[in-house]
């Protein structure tokens, strides 16, 4: 006859140890950790995408509204050493451009409307005084490598309508 060994009751292991659950705890701080500093760089990159996006906006208007006014001006004046630039209509109306580092402002009967250029913006003009119909060509330096050349002819904006202001 042979022998049976005694029966043995296994019970079922409940709850993790102590090393297990520092395991978890250190795999989970790494991958938050990595999650944490994704969002972060995501964070910035859209902050600076953001600022770009402005900036580029903020030019776009600048430059569409400086050749408005060069296109109802009647005379330019160009001072490099202010960097300013007054331009007069027919009705001897003024509206002045003052460059500074950053930014600017746009004077005219209307009022002040200040505007933002990017860091080391530059605006150079070739000709110092000219009068309509002449050509006017500024330039705005954004960086080495990105320039924006603005060209507008002086009093051409009351051109396009006929005599008696219809077209």
Same mark, same amino acid.
């Given at each position: ?54 900036? *580029?906006?903020? #030019?776009?208007? =600048?430059?569409?509204? &400086?050749? $408005? ?6 005379? %330019? ?54 009068? *309509?119909?002449? #050509?006017?060509? =500024?330039?705005?330096? &954004?960086? $080495? ?6 060209? %507008? ?15």
């Amino acid at each position: 006859m042979s022998r049976s060994a005694p029966a043995t009751t296994c019970r079922p292991r409940r709850g993790i140890s102590l090393v297990e659950m520092l395991v978890v705890i250190a795999i989970g701080s790494v991958v938050m950790g990595a999650v944490v500093s994704g969002a972060a760089t995501l964070l910035s990159v859209n902050g600076r995408v953001k600022n770009r996006a402005d900036a *580029a906006e903020q #030019v776009d208007l =600048l430059v569409r509204r &400086l050749r $408005a006014d060069l296109h109802a001006a009647d005379q %330019a004046q160009f001072d490099d050493e202010a960097t300013e630039l007054v331009l007069t209509s027919p009705q001897e109306e003024e509206v002045r451009y003052r460059f500074e580092p950053g930014g600017g402002v746009r004077e005219s009967s209307e009022g002040a409307l200040p505007f933002r250029l990017p860091a080391g913006a530059t605006v150079a003009c070739d000709a110092g005084q000219t009068s *309509a119909p002449a #050509v006017y060509q =500024l330039s705005i330096t &954004l960086d $080495a490598t990105h320039s924006l050349p603005i060209a %507008a002819r002086l009093g051409s904006a009351r051109r396009l309508l006929a005599p008696g202001g219809s077209p």
